[in-house]
């Protein structure tokens, strides 16, 4: 990457609390105008990074850098970031309009300036004629919108927002989610934001950090994450992922599956891995296709063992027919109008389809949720 198209670098930071290790060894950059989601579960590390960045912790390694200058020891007022938190941190005694103002007014900015400034950012956010009100006057969305109108009044060149919807209820949250990322793209300000919603990261990020006890486990588009998950935790943590253990390397490209021998692309995984290696295979339940449309490579005899209804479409539990191995299963997403076309109940046979290019191999002793 081009320096000086750099807003963000991270570099090797580390975080300790006594002996315990809550970052380690973490890198990464952001590109001007990019949009990065810093995903993982409760407790990963990746609000400790997001706090790291903003200058609000002091890390015990490595150095950060905005702007082609290393701000590790700088405090937060000299970062030029702005934060947006999942709690909104507005000041209750302030209308809407001087909290947005708060930052302009400290930094000295004109009345007039503040006023421009002020009407320019409610509009931004859709909270025109709303500059009046009080917090406890608005909506968890409105005040949200609020929280984002302050954090960007004073132009920061880098926005921090620290799982800023997790607070609202299901509908805000996906309307909001838009509004923010519209609101990204044309301001084309550098963004990094803390969540753990998978949903969120795929649909608001040009690349998502996936974070794992305190290491940076995969760095990738949406598309990469999901469709090449580096390791069984990013399968299992983004979306469902069936885990088939205990396959069998019979030769490159081809795998032992439970008394079947099954194609795998050889750009999924393990092609270094000798024949005779134990691997585990896996694959997403809406990749594994029903019947044998696809030709006759591939499929698996099952039987289906429950069906969940989801809507537009069921889980299937299927058990595969096997002479070596008993209980091995596989859930399948299959349309709605698949289902009731073919009529699939509990107990029929099914065979299903694998797609090669679907299949992905990890290594035998890389652990998954």
């Not at 060894?25 to 706090?51: H, N, Q, W, Y």
């Not at 983004?238 to 030769?251: R, S, T, W, Y």
């Not at 000798?274 to 691997?279: F, T």
Request: aromatic content about 4%; overall charge positive; some cysteine.
């Amino acid at each position: 990457m081009n320096t000086s198209d750099t807003s963000l670098a991270v570099e090797k930071v580390g975080k300790k609390y006594g002996t315990f290790a809550a970052l380690s060894d973490v890198s990464f950059s952001a590109r001007r105008g990019e949009f990065l989601s810093i995903l993982g579960p409760s407790g990963c590390g990746k609000t400790t990074l997001l706090r790291l960045i903003a200058g609000l912790e002091s890390h015990s390694e490595g150095r950060v850098i905005i702007d082609g200058r290393d701000v590790s020891g700088s405090p937060v007022s000299k970062r030029n970031v702005g934060i947006v938190f999942q709690s909104y941190a507005l000041f209750p005694n302030l209308s809407a309009r001087n909290n947005i103002a708060y930052g302009l007014k400290s930094r000295g900015a004109s009345r007039e300036e503040i006023v421009a400034r002020v009407d320019e950012l409610l509009d931004l956010v859709g909270m025109r004629g709303m500059g009046r009100k009080y917090p406890a006057q608005l909506s968890g969305g409105q005040q949200q919108r609020v929280a984002l109108a302050r954090s960007l009044a004073v132009s920061p060149g880098l926005l921090l927002l620290d799982e800023p919807l997790s607070a609202l209820d299901a509908k805000v949250r996906l309307l909001l989610r838009g509004e923010i990322r519209q609101l990204q793209k044309r301001l084309g300000i550098t963004t990094v934001m803390v969540t753990h919603d998978q949903e969120e990261a795929l649909t608001m990020a040009d690349r998502i950090l996936v974070i794992e006890k305190g290491r940076l486990v995969q760095d990738g588009t949406p598309h990469d994450i999901y469709d090449r998950p580096a390791t069984p935790f990013v399968a299992s943590f983004i979306g469902a992922m069936n885990f088939i253990p205990d396959a069998v390397k019979v030769h490159d490209g081809v795998y032992g599956l439970g008394g079947h021998h099954v194609q795998v692309g050889m750009e999924n995984g393990s092609a270094a891995l000798p024949p005779g290696s134990r691997v585990t295979i896996a694959i997403r339940p809406e990749d594994v296709l029903i019947g044998r449309e696809l030709g006759s490579a591939n499929i698996v005899p099952t039987t289906v063992s429950a069906m969940e209804y989801r809507g537009a479409q069921f889980r299937l539990s299927l058990v595969v027919h096997s002479g070596e191995r008993s209980g091995l299963r596989l859930d399948a997403d299959v349309a709605a109008e698949k289902v009731r076309r073919l009529q699939i109940r509990p107990e029929m046979d099914l065979p299903v389809h694998l797609p090669f290019n679907r299949l992905r191999v990890y290594g035998a002793g890389e652990a998954h949720a």
